[in-house]
């Protein structure tokens, strides 16, 4: 079956400082992968997503992630973070049942430290 | 374009009482989906819609919730009666159905709080 995990449930960055999120997945055929912010009594907003191609893909708000096949992951990745980054955020894996069916991981909620 | 419009923002009501949320999707969308948020269960699809027609409702936790899309503007999900357990984060979801289906992209409505005491 498939499934997405998101290790870390928590993580807390200084403000400018680079973040990692990790993202697993399992899926038998070809991923389509997406990342999803969540900001406090907001909808999920589409960060990125990867279908095919170059494995480092680019989005909004100056994020990007790498899509790594060996290692199952589609890791989320900012240079620098800002105050406003400070928001869950869900990796997911699209699935086709006849309709698109997203699989969510569990979530990530990011806090920024001044 | 507005985006996906939920109605009501916060819902709070009384055991056994009736609940109906609201979906507006994005003009010219042809899926909805509507998925529960919680904490113990994260996000799950309760019902996907094409051409407004239910195609899956397996996520359908249970008789007492029930959804409609009489047109492509607009969907309800009612919960009836409703329980304490119900309580959770419901967002509505539209995208175009076009190529594969696992490559289209949902955009989400701001979500519907809805605590039942």
């Known amino acids: 079956a498939q499934s997405v995990t998101q290790p870390d449930i928590h993580i807390t960055v200084s403000e400018g400082a680079s973040l990692e999120l990790r993202c697993n997945y399992s899926y038998g055929a070809t991923p389509y992968l997406f990342w999803y912010v969540q900001s406090p009594g907001q909808g999920l907003q589409l960060l990125l997503k990867y279908f095919s191609g170059d494995t480092l893909v680019q989005g909004i708000k100056g994020f990007e992630a790498e899509f790594k096949r060996s290692q199952s992951s589609f890791n989320l990745r900012k240079p620098s973070v800002h105050w406003s980054d400070a928001a869950e955020y869900f990796c997911a894996v699209g699935v086709d049942t006849g309709f698109q069916k997203l699989v969510f991981g569990t979530g990530t909620r990011l806090l920024v430290s001044p | 374009d507005a985006g996906v419009i939920q109605s009501p923002r916060h819902e709070v009501t009384e055991m056994g009482q009736e609940v109906t949320l609201r979906c507006k999707p994005i003009?010219?969308?042809?899926?909805l989906f509507w998925y529960r948020q919680t904490m113990m269960r994260g996000l799950e699809l309760l019902i996907y819609f094409n051409n407004n027609v239910p195609i899956d409702d397996s996520g359908m936790p249970e008789d007492r919730f029930s959804a409609k899309m009489p047109n492509a503007s607009f969907s309800t999900l009612k919960i009836q009666p409703s329980e304490p357990r119900d309580s959770a984060v419901y967002f509505c979801?539209?995208?175009?159905?076009?190529?594969?289906?696992?490559?289209?992209?949902?955009?989400f409505g701001a979500g519907t709080r809805l605590s039942v005491l």
């Open positions: 979801a539209s995208s175009l159905r076009q190529g594969p289906a696992a490559k289209n992209i949902q955009y």
């Open positions: 003009s010219g969308h042809n899926s």
